[in-house]
Structures are given as structure tokens and as C-alpha cells.
Nanobody, 117 residues
Framework: QVQLVESGGGLVQAGGSLRLSCAAT????????IGWYRQPPGKQRELVAD???????NYGDSVKGRFTFSRDSATNTVHLQMNNLKPEDTGVYLC???????????WGQGTQVTVSP
């Protein structure tokens, strides 16, 4: 059983920065996809960024050029550096891990990001 422990988040003014981290409590065996989703108030959950075990990184269109996703394989931790934040980035950010060959996926508890105008 893998748990995803998230940290970071909080309240920031527009134009500011935040950094989210997500640590997996077990080693990640290939293949996998790990990343961040977010759920804005009253809206559907959407992909922010993820990376495959093969090293391919994907970003949601609304965050390209502002957010940077990175992975530290030694500590099974992923980070999301969020710069030039906008009020529309407000939402609950959730870490997600997919193990496709095992048919399993895991979600973190979520961390709130609030960007004020």
C-alpha cells in the first residue's frame, strides 16, 4: 500500500509563488505515472502536471510556462514549483500515482492553494 504525503500550499497574492511536494511512502516500481491534479471550486478535477517512469512530463495548458514539475527518484518525492500564480489557480491540489500494470491508483489527501487578486 502506497501513501502520498503532500506538503506546501497556502495563501498567496497573484503573481506570487508556492511550492508543493508529494512524498510516496514506498518505492515506485516501473511503470508508473505520478503527478498533480487540482480541483477548482465548483469545477471538475483537472491535470496540472505529471511525469511517466520513462521521464515524459506533461503539463496542463493553463500552467505551461509558469509551473515546473520535478521528481527526486532517490526520495520518491515530486515537487511542483508554481510561479506567477493567478486567482484561477485556486483550488485543492491532489497528488496522484498510477500503477497501470497493477491496475492501482492512489490519491493524496489534498492541499489547498488560494491565490488572492
Amino acid at each position: 500500500q502506497v501513501q502520498l504525503v503532500e506538503s506546501g500550499g497556502g495563501l498567496v497574492q497573484a503573481g506570487g509563488s508556492l511550492r508543493l511536494s508529494c512524498a510516496a511512502t514506498a518505492s515506485l516500481f516501473n511503470p508508473f505515472v505520478i503527478g498533480w491534479y487540482r480541483q477548482p471550486p465548483g469545477k471538475q478535477r483537472e491535470l496540472v502536471a505529471d511525469v511517466t517512469s520513462g521521464g515524459v512530463t506533461n503539463y496542463g495548458d493553463s500552467v505551461k510556462g509558469r509551473f515546473t514539475f520535478s521528481r527526486d527518484s532517490a526520495t520518491n518525492t515530486v515537487h511542483l514549483q508554481m510561479n506567477n500564480l493567478k486567482p484561477e489557480d485556486t483550488g485543492v491540489y491532489l497528488c496522484h500515482l498510477l500503477l497501470p500494470t497493477r491496475g492501482r491508483d492512489y490519491w493524496g489527501q489534498g492541499t489547498q492553494v488560494t491565490v488572492s487578486p
